[in-house]
Every structure is written in C-alpha cells, then in structure tokens.
C-alpha cells in the first residue's frame, strides 16, 4: 500500500514536471518570436521617425545646404591646451 502511494506521487510528479516543460517549449516558441517581431519593429519605427524629419518639408528636387555657423580651429590653436612650463636643464655630475 505504501509502495502504490508513492507510486502514484512519483508518477504525478513526473507528469506536472513534463507538462510544466512541454508547457514552456510551446509557450516559447510561439511567443519568444513575437516579442522579438515587436521589440524590433518597435526600434525600426524609432529610428525611421529620427532620421525622417530631413524629408517631411522637402519636395523631390530640391537642394539645401547646411552649414555649420561653428568655425574649425586646430588643436594647436587652442586656448585652454594647458599652461607653459619654463624648464632648465641641470647637469649630474
């Protein structure tokens, strides 16, 4: 009697673990691939709507420039390039 009780509960677990499994194998598969699907149109929409405001207001055809107001200086002509240190040599003898 006590052989076929755990029997029986040994066999129920087996079954809630496989079910539990198969359950997530099935799930998965068919809702993994959604949430990708989702995510990625999600993130094409987002970059599609920032880099589409440069066609909103133009017609085919026509031609802007964009120019930077900024002017290009060099590194060396830099202000804040850092302080000038006055050194001398000292001679080890």
Request: hydrophobic share 40%; net charge positive.
């Amino acid at each position: 009697m006590i052989f076929q009780a755990g029997l029986i509960a040994f066999l129920r677990t087996l079954l809630i673990i496989f079910s539990i499994f198969y359950g997530l194998r099935l799930l998965l598969r068919f809702v993994l691939p959604w949430l990708i699907r989702n995510f990625l149109k999600k993130r094409m929409g987002d970059y599609q709507q920032a880099h589409n405001y440069q066609k909103e207001n133009k017609k085919e055809g026509d031609v802007s420039i964009k120019k930077n107001n900024k002017k290009r200086r060099n590194q060396n002509d830099r202000d804040d390039f850092g302080d000038y240190v006055n050194f001398e040599e000292v001679d080890d003898k």
